[in-house]
């Protein structure tokens, strides 16, 4: 009896102490994480890579880029098995990366993430998660998302969201 009253004042002093883990990465902590970025930087603390440099970056080759990434210490920056979504050669992709880790649902698990959401001032109210990092994009950005390769009823932007995407893009005039 002893043992149980102790673990339980135990349990629950700790969750006085406990914090919840945020959604998104805090201003502070990306920052933190780019800390050698000198320009100018996005409300959410994102570097704000300027829009010429990322029409520069198109004229470069794959050797060019890997060569940089090379002289500059980054030896095992590579991914594989990459989906080609237009077989045009000219098609190239550039810009700043928005990151998105999807892992499978569970209802009580997602209902902390939308109490969560509401504290960190997400739109809570639809209770579709996977749409709050689409609305953080803005002109220049690439979504780069983590669906844990579920190909069954585990995209992470379907036609209503991609839609959403493009209508958002149209209101801003960046399309």
């Not at 990465?25 to 704000?48: C, H, M, V």
């Not at 080609?84 to 880790?101: C, D, F, H, P, Y």
């Not at 109210?125 to 669906?147: H, M, N």
Request: proline fraction near 2%; glycine fraction near 8%; aromatic fraction near 10%.
């Amino acid at each position: 009896m002893k043992t149980k009253i102790i673990f339980l004042a135990t349990l629950l002093l700790g969750s006085f102490f406990a914090n919840s883990q945020n959604i998104a990465s805090s201003p502070e902590y990306i920052k933190a994480l780019t800390a050698e970025w000198q320009g100018e930087r996005f409300a959410d603390g994102r570097p704000n890579v300027s829009d010429d440099l990322l029409e520069r970056l198109k004229k470069i080759t794959i050797e060019e880029a890997w060569a940089e990434l090379i002289e500059l210490g980054y030896h095992n920056q590579f991914e594989g098995d990459w989906k080609l979504i237009n077989e045009k050669e000219s098609a190239v992709m550039t810009g700043r990366a928005v990151t998105a880790q999807f892992m499978p649902s569970r209802i009580d698990l997602e209902n902390q993430v939308i109490e969560q959401g509401k504290i960190e001032g997400r739109n809570w109210q639809q209770k579709r998660t996977v749409s709050w990092a689409i609305s953080t994009l803005v002109e220049g950005d690439v979504y780069v998302a983590d669906g844990y390769c579920k190909p069954y009823m585990g995209t992470v932007i379907g036609s209503n969201l991609g839609n959403g995407v493009y209508a958002r893009l149209q209101a801003r005039n960046y399309c």
